[in-house]
């Protein structure tokens, strides 16, 4: 079952000498509990085209589909809601909310939709994410993976459709990004998450099922 199209998509930046087409008319499916690797070097477009399969930014021409909907037909309060409830974001530098704990940091999406918490799942979600007894710990009190994992654990409580992790382990030691990527694929395979993971490092993206490699904006390679 397709969960994700991306049709004829492209993003230019700039008019003229300044012109810089950074993703050029790119387009591919994923199914529902896929895990696609998207690999390229610096300045390769992978994070713009990340952005724009997640309705952080709004391409130049094209379309994505999530679940069915073109996500650019919702006006930019409706985006957000949607993006809230339907997509996980994981970045390389976490952004947790410093004076939220652990359990605090998870539960974040659901109040800001005014949605009751599920305790049976966040106490599963904590479990999975090895967290349970940093739960009530700020994030200063954690280390670089425990951080990361409290990200992925606000990412995954929404049950999203998708989600969309931008380096995640590009902050952290290899020990810490070895749990990251377990923990990872055990979400995709364990609970048929669909990830799609931005990565430069290639050991890290043969653990997914598919692999697009991006160069100059453009799809030059699928494995």
Not at 27 to 43: L, M, N, Q, T
Not at 52 to 80: H, M, Q, S
Not at 174 to 197: A, F
């Given at each position: 079952m397709e969960i994700l199209k991306v049709e004829n998509l492209s993003k230019v930046y700039g008019k003229g000498t300044t012109k810089v087409v950074a993703i050029d008319n790119?387009?591919?499916k994923v199914d529902k509990g896929e895990f696609i690797a998207i690999v390229g070097a610096s300045g390769s477009g992978k994070s713009?085209?990340?952005h724009l399969i997640g309705g952080v930014d709004r391409p130049t021409n094209g379309k994505v589909y999530i679940d069915g909907k073109d996500i650019y037909k919702f006006n930019d309060d409706e985006l957000a809601i949607f993006r809230r409830r339907q997509v996980g974001l994981i970045y390389q530098f976490y952004n947790l909310?410093?004076?939220?704990?652990?359990e605090e940091n998870i539960t974040l999406p659901l109040k800001l939709d005014n949605r009751e918490i599920d305790e049976k799942k966040l106490n599963e979600t904590i479990k999975l994410l090895g967290l349970e007894s940093r739960r009530k710990h700020l994030p200063n009190e954690l280390s670089g993976g425990q951080q990361q994992r409290t990200s992925i654990g606000r990412a995954m409580i929404t049950s999203p459709a998708i989600?969309?992790?931008?380096?995640?382990?590009?902050?952290l030691d290899s020990k810490s990004s070895d749990e990251i990527v377990s923990l990872l694929k055990k979400s995709n395979r364990d609970y048929k998450q669909t990830i799609i993971m931005i990565t430069h490092n290639m050991e890290i993206a043969k653990i997914a099922d598919r692999i697009i490699?991006?160069?100059d904006g453009k799809i030059v390679k699928e494995v």
């Amino acid at each position: 079952m397709e969960i994700l199209k991306v049709e004829n998509l492209s993003k230019v930046y700039g008019k003229g000498t300044t012109k810089v087409v950074a993703i050029d008319n790119i387009s591919f499916k994923v199914d529902k509990g896929e895990f696609i690797a998207i690999v390229g070097a610096s300045g390769s477009g992978k994070s713009t085209l990340l952005h724009l399969i997640g309705g952080v930014d709004r391409p130049t021409n094209g379309k994505v589909y999530i679940d069915g909907k073109d996500i650019y037909k919702f006006n930019d309060d409706e985006l957000a809601i949607f993006r809230r409830r339907q997509v996980g974001l994981i970045y390389q530098f976490y952004n947790l909310i410093p004076i939220l704990n652990v359990e605090e940091n998870i539960t974040l999406p659901l109040k800001l939709d005014n949605r009751e918490i599920d305790e049976k799942k966040l106490n599963e979600t904590i479990k999975l994410l090895g967290l349970e007894s940093r739960r009530k710990h700020l994030p200063n009190e954690l280390s670089g993976g425990q951080q990361q994992r409290t990200s992925i654990g606000r990412a995954m409580i929404t049950s999203p459709a998708i989600i969309l992790a931008d380096e995640p382990t590009g902050n952290l030691d290899s020990k810490s990004s070895d749990e990251i990527v377990s923990l990872l694929k055990k979400s995709n395979r364990d609970y048929k998450q669909t990830i799609i993971m931005i990565t430069h490092n290639m050991e890290i993206a043969k653990i997914a099922d598919r692999i697009i490699k991006i160069e100059d904006g453009k799809i030059v390679k699928e494995v």
